[in-house]
């Protein structure tokens, strides 16, 4: 295969594939104790403490995390199904899923022996929830040119600045941020952000929601003013978060969130069009699962590259291209295929997904790295730049 | 377990040294298909799919599509996939597998009650210039049978769109060369399936290809007094072609795993051979185009090598089933699995799954 793109597929292992029937009963369980229960404003609830505890439970937190930390030392393969399965179940994973696929990640490679001890088994256990600080009001798809600042002060530092679309900010424990410890250079424009771990409770630290045209609350703006956090809440190397950002991104960019986000539209499809579609519609259906499917394996053959130890952040970059322009079609296709189909309960059903997928979809290829960026990276890793 | 390389090195290695696409464009006969042939046979590949017992190389689908893979990659244009495919079918029938270039029967012919075949097959890829043709036909009290002709002096004769031949056979009468009842480990649908992944790695190793050759293209041109592969607009145009070469390479990959997975008929693959045909036919489309658009007006004359592959990938994504076929079955398979159990099909596990729904009705 090309230079630097390579994708080394091979199906989930039979021992592996297990697993899937465990997640299905336990989320049998938890759709009969209401722990799947779609909410008063309509959509999923997306955040709940409890399912993510019980989760945790099962040890599908932290699964491939050492189990001094907490973890349960499983592969990522088991990771992927484990996910996966959860997704397409539609079930509440705000409170851990951002600690669990790639804050936790980046605590095990740099954090201190005392933080990963204080706070990986509280991720594991489905108490802990993380957002990210990257944004800010003049920093977006250009990362480095973030303005947010971290000062020394004793035996740590103060940090101010604004950080915003941070993501179940008003809801979490912890924040990872870039912030600048020193000035960029003129060799490299990169240089001189940090990585700090910031507990969100510290004094000087404020949440305030920015809401979407919806009116939901997801993303919030975090003021910082002169907070303090210990010293040992730099995270990795000085200067240098724009190495560690990479092998973050590799988690954050390949997973099957990538185009399961609005799945529910899918499956409403199938029910409205019945077992016996007509030609047209059976088409397009078609057309759509052999994306999905292709896409599901593409996530698979990333998932085996990590639990190699590689990190493919190029192939990661690729999947969640393909996969959130998969997804983000995906309601223009099934409003098409839909059209004058369906009894009148299903249909209420399907228009529902529906009207929840067409006004998620724009931010499908905006949030987690545009599509621009994407491709960007890729044809960095094609030798084009 | 990443499959063996060794077969599909070994292809790759043929067809450069024999079937080097630059090198076989400018040549002004096809004297280079009989070296190449030849050598392919001699390392055992059209056998690669015929078990050692029945003097064949035993390789998996996996290997056999790697290998197809790196033939696309070279714009394979000899009927190795059909050769495959075909001794694959004898073999799995019980039948004795010669060492002939081998084409498809393709649908169109029936089996008298002498067990004479009578009909006009649909137009075959390298059907004109195979020594046999090999296929499932069913007879009048619809029993499928392999069977395996020489190929009739009575073809109508064509080319596809890269040029290479193909041809509808009609017999009337002709008695095959050998012939066996279809057993219960072979599905009638078997060697559509088989062709089918199989074009998907040649488009897979094509498109391979394409990226390949663009990028290079784009980082020696130069326009507005740089490379045309610094314009951000190049950039995005050859990351999407990868991107659609890597959804190609998997896709195909997958459905040689799915094969091997299969139990009996090959029928149990059709979930992920389907959905390999109808996203690299999709790939192949979109990447030939994006191809084109960075490559400019040399792209498009026969001087250059870029035809060879585009003008493959418009054809191939049409053999043995085009996007829509395929896509008309995975839809009504997925459709007959209903809304519980579309998702164990496309994991492989029919388990029913919950699911939250976003609106009490």
């Known amino acids: 295969m090309v230079q630097g793109i390579s994708f080394a597929y091979a199906p989930l292992p039979p021992e592996v594939e297990s697993l899937r029937s465990d997640v299905r009963r336990f989320l049998h369980e938890a759709s009969k104790d209401g722990l799947l229960a779609p909410s008063a404003e309509g959509g999923a609830v997306r955040f709940n403490r409890d399912f993510s505890r019980r989760l945790a439970a099962k040890g599908w937190i932290g699964m491939t ?68 600080g990257m944004s800010e009001p003049g920093s977006g798809s250009d990362l480095f040119a973030a303005s947010s600042k971290a000062v020394p002060d004793g035996n740590g530092w103060r940090l101010s600045g604004r950080k915003v679309w941070t993501s179940t900010a008003h809801l979490a424990d912890y924040m990872i941020g870039i912030f600048r410890t020193a000035p960029a250079t003129r060799e490299n424009r990169r240089h001189g952000l940090s990585q700090f771990l910031v507990d969100l409770s510290a004094e000087g630290i404020s949440v305030n929601p920015i ?59 199938v029910r409205i069009l019945g077992e016996t579609p007509d030609r047209y519609a059976a088409i397009g259906l078609g057309r759509l699962i052999a994306g999905l499917q292709t896409l599901r394996h593409m996530s698979v053959a990333v998932a085996g590259m990590l639990a190699r130890g590689l990190e493919p952040a190029t192939e990661a970059s690729v999947v969640k291209d393909l996969g959130t322009a998969w997804e983000q079609a995906l309601p223009a296709i099934a409003r098409d295929l839909a059209e004058g189909v369906g009894e009148p309960e299903a249909r209420l059903r399907f228009e529902h997904a529906l009207a929840r997928a067409i006004l998620i979809a724009p931010k499908l290829t905006i949030q987690g790295g545009t599509t621009e960026i994407l491709r960007g990276i890729i044809a960095r890793g094609l030798g084009l730049r | ?96 597998v010669p060492t002939k270039r081998l084409a498809l029967l393709l649908p169109g012919l029936r089996l008298n009650a002498a067990g004479r075949l009578w009909g006009q097959a649909a137009a075959a890829p390298f059907a004109s210039s195979a020594e046999c043709l090999v296929g499932i036909v069913e ?67 094509a498109l391979d290809a394409l990226v390949e050759m663009s990028v290079g293209y784009a980082q020696e041109r130069q326009a507005f007094g740089r490379t045309i592969s610094k314009f951000q607009a190049v950039q995005h145009l050859l990351a999407r072609l990868a991107g659609e070469a890597a959804a190609a390479s998997v896709a195909a990959q997958a459905a040689g795993w799915a094969l091997d997975r299969a139990e009996g008929p090959l029928a149990y693959a ?48 049409d053999d043995y089933g085009s996007e829509t076929f395929w896509a008309e079955e995975l839809g009504r398979h997925v459709a007959a699995a209903g809304v519980d159990g579309f998702w164990g099909r496309l994991t492989g596990n029919p388990e029913p799954a919950s699911r939250s729904v976003g609106l009490e009705i």
């Open chain 1, 65 to 132: 995390w050492p189990r001094i930390y907490g973890g349960h030392e499983r592969s990522h393969l088991e990771r992927f199904i484990v996910n996966e399965e959860l997704l397409f179940a539609g079930a509440p994973l705000t409170a851990h899923f951002t600690a669990d696929r790639q804050s936790g990640p980046m605590l095990l490679k740099y954090a201190s022996e005392d933080i990963k001890r204080d706070i990986l088994p509280r991720i594991c256990a489905g108490e802990c929830t993380f957002s990210i």
């Open chain 1, 211 to 269: 809401r979407y045209p919806s009116g939901d609350h997801h993303f919030n703006e975090v003021v910082l003013d002169d907070a303090f956090v210990p010293g040992d809440h730099l995270l990795g190397e000085r200067d240098m978060a724009w190495r560690q950002a990479t092998s973050e991104l590799a988690y954050e960019r390949s997973g099957p969130e990538r185009f399961l986000e609005t799945i529910a539209v899918l499956v409403e499809l």
């Open chain 2, 139 to 205: 007879d009048a009290d619809g029993v499928a049978h392999v069977v395996l002709v020489e190929r009739p002096s009575q073809m109508e004769c064509s080319e596809d769109l890269a040029g290479d031949e193909r041809g509808s056979a009609r017999f009337d009468g002709t008695l095959p060369v050998v012939g066996a009842t279809l057993s219960r480990e072979v599905g009638r649908r078997d060697l559509l399936l088989l062709s089918a992944a199989a074009r998907a790695a040649l488009m897979a190793g």
């Open chain 2, 270 to 317: 059709l979930f992920d051979v389907a959905a390999a045909k109808v996203r690299v036919g999709e790939a192949a489309g979109v990447g030939a185009a994006i191809a084109h658009q960075v490559h400019g007006a040399i792209g498009f004359t026969a001087e250059h090598v870029l035809h060879r592959f585009t003008h493959r990938l418009w054809s191939w994504r």
């Open chain 2, 1 to 96: 377990m990443v499959a063996d390389r060794l077969i599909a090195d070994t292809t790759a290695r043929i067809f450069a040294d024999l079937a080097e696409p630059r090198t076989v464009n400018a040549a002004h006969d096809d004297a280079w298909k009989v070296e190449v042939w030849r050598a392919l046979v001699d390392a055992g590949l059209p056998l690669l799919w015929v078990p050692e017992e029945a003097g064949g190389i035993g390789a998996s689908f996996v290997e056999g599509l790697a290998a197809l893979e790196a033939a696309g990659a070279k714009a394979c244009a000899v009927p190795l996939a059909e050769t495959m495919a075909g001794a694959w079918l004898l073999a799995r029938a019980g039948l004795n």
